[in-house]
């Protein structure tokens, strides 16, 4: 187990209001990531985070933003959400040296209509 | 730009049978990852693969890393309804900020 939760864990949302994900670790690891999940594209990486304030984009971060002002969590933000935000979001850690394996949250399933 | 192909995409099965599932790139991984996830749930880190041609069992399944470290294979022998799961590959690619390349999965059903 590697300590990782996520909220919520549903959410449905209408079209254009802001949404906030949170993920929060409990061991304090430095490397983060926000993926979505979606049928026929598998897992894409949306933002992820090297170190508190320390944040870059991923394949699939047009509207979405991340903070990490503090190490144990890492929030995404929907800034207006559209339907085609529509997904299952998973948080990771990556724990630590080589090889870089990845321990997933629970995810949260994030419905816009 | 770096692709994981994985084959089949998906799988059905009786209880018994044995299979392969194959994770395929035309670039060099540093080490190789599978996963699996079931319904609802996030991935599970399953083994890692670092050495070209490293064999790795865990149980039922054997998984084996390409002697040029460009593709990887998982086989379950003697499938039970528990391996029943979307199985994940991952790429990793040294210095790229611990990023993974992700194959697309296989899902597998086996039937009782």
Known sequence: DAGITQSP????????????LRCHQTENHRYMYWYRQD??????????????????KGEVSDGYSVSRSKTEDFL???????SSQTSVYFCAISVGGLP?????GPGTRLTVT | TQLLEQSPQF???QEGENL????NSSSVFSSLQWYRQEPGEGPVLLVTVV????????????FQFGDARKDSSLHITAAQPGDTGLYLCA???AGNNRKLIWGLGTSLAVNP
């Open chain 1, 100 to 104: 870089y394996e990845q321990y997933f």
């Open chain 1, 76 to 82: 995404l933000t929907l800034e207006s959400a559209t």
């Open chain 2, 91 to 93: 790429g990793e690619d």
């Open chain 2, 51 to 62: 050495t070209g041609g490293e064999v790795k069992k865990l149980k039922r399944l054997t």
């Open chain 1, 39 to 56: 049928p026929g594209h598998g897992l894409r990486l949306i933002h992820y985070s090297y170190g508190v304030k320390d944040t870059d």
């Open chain 2, 11 to 13: 799988l059905s099965i």
């Open chain 2, 20 to 23: 392969t599932v194959y994770c």
């Open chain 1, 9 to 20: 864990r549903h959410k449905v949302t209408e079209t254009g209001t802001p949404v906030t």
